[in-house]
């Protein structure tokens, strides 16, 4: 198989395809066969003939594909580096050795497989060292032992790279896997799993992961989470071949700039700003692995293996204290440390104590509200059958309401139009208390145009899933305006039916016009007709229907007393001081400067020092 070549430069898109099996297997040596190049990095793994860390390499398929290969050490003492490569990867090469046959560590891979979904080929290896009976011998176990698994369809290929015998018939079956690999799902939200780091003299640092998600480009800003820390790509190889953007799923070596090696380690992601919820508690449907001799509880220290992280925690399982070999449950995961998950994200429980893998599972919710048991349960039943795409309205369902830019990190699912997304009862339910109260208003206080803004907007607060957020209940009053139920004002709210009854033949009307027209230069305050017997709805009403002129809190006057200011400031060309207009009106000062601000304001007036100037009609 040709090595990987340098065509379509400028962009990286490919298959990843992880190796598994047990200890001395040939894993290794069947990647250097199939590549040509040597994945085991360290001196000491040459000179012990044992991977002990992740090993790459690439090559070109007889379709043209390209694939890359991270090779993954299959002693015991190690496992925590094989999750980190089979983590973020979902195609897997699984070797096991004809001479050897099944072994302890081909059974923990295989189960984590299973647990992660992954789908693959099998090679069967050292073919060369055994006879035609026991060749056979150990495909049947093989067969015997993936059954029931992930793998019990993958195609099985007997092989040895000393005598070559197989290989041609396992890079066909590499190339049909790839062919097979359900489309990767770009969603514009791109994340690299960090599974190395090291520094270049003259470039700085370098970070090397399976890219998944979306593409990443050069020059653009990047965040790593957990920390938090940013940085620019100055830099982006794939197959030590320089690119200007690479593409999901692929192998990418990122060169950072604005940190150093220090700021980074194995496990944290790279992704864009702010598109990715940090958190340090999960909630995930688990499922023990098969044949688990014991059942799971929430005590003992645990270890949860996500993309290239190995995190530790405590499990709680919800519903119960422990979960048994067969059975699937629900658990919430505390993290000693923040981490960074998509929704149906797999992971893989380790318990510490016993140093054995014994569940997996997939990421439900990556940020949970407290709540009870039962209604915990009953929220990820509906998250474990829901498609991404209606998670959103999942989350407005269980909150009430959320924010769209929180709902596109917490879920994945881009380009979600407007600012709030909205559950239907929370809607309801806030309508039918504006209008119920607006309704109960309007008919005890008829002559009033509405109710005070502020007053509406804490009513809308405090109804159930608002949660006494004010943005949130000024953008539900807005949607009542715009479907038609409210009209407003700067400062009032009214049913858009609402219309205030007046009459001119109403004798309080008449009372009250007069009571202000008496005297129209000194009318009294508004507290002072209030005391008189004068409503305060109808002091409203008739400054809504211009029978009066409002021009302060405590002041009204009556419209002609209005003109008549109006007619004294116009007519006095070389501007008008507060006692001259006082004198010309027979008013006093307590009168004068209210009228001339409101005068000010309706633009009529203009002020320049002491002088009021009237400004020209428009």
Known sequence: MAEASASNEGTATLHVVATAGHVDHGKSSLIRALTGIEPDRWAEEKRR???????????????????????????????????????????????????????????EHLAILDLLGAHGVIALTKTDLVDAQTRQIALDEVREHVAGTVLEDAPMVACSITSGEGIDELVSALDDLTARAAPHQVVERPRLHVDRVFSVAGAGTVVTGTLSG????????????????????????????????ATPVARVAVNLVGIDRSDVRRGVVVGQPDRWAVTDVVDVQLTPVRDLAHPISGRGAFKVYAGAAELDARVRILGGTRVDPGETTFARLQLAEPFVFDVSDPIVLRDAGRRETVAGGRVLDVRPERAKVAATIDRLSHRAAAPRSSLPELLAHERGAIRVEEAEVLTGVPDLEGTWIVDPAVRDRVRARVVGELTRLHREHPLRAGEELATIRTLIAKTEGVKSDQELAGFLLDELVAAGDLSRTATTVALATHAVALSDHDPRLSSLTEAVGHHPERPPTVQELVSAGHPADLIDASVASGRLVRVSNELVFDPSFIAEAERVLRSSSGGISVSAFRASLGTSRKYAVPLLEHLDRIGISRREGDLRYPREPL
């Open 214 to 245: 979306g593409p990443l480009q050069t020059g653009e800003e990047v965040e790593l989470f957990p920390t938090g820390i940013r940085a620019r790509i100055r830099g982006l190889q794939s197959h030590e071949r320089p690119i200007e953007r």
């Open 49 to 107: 003939g044992l991977t002990i860390d992740l090993g790459f390499a690439w090559a070109t398929l007889p379709s043209g594909r390209e694939v890359g290969f991270v090779d993954v050490p299959g002693h015991e003492r190690f496992v925590r580096n094989m999750l980190a490569g089979v983590g973020p990867v979902r195609d897997v090469l699984f070797v096991v050795a004809a001479d050897e046959g099944w072994k302890p560590q081909s059974e």
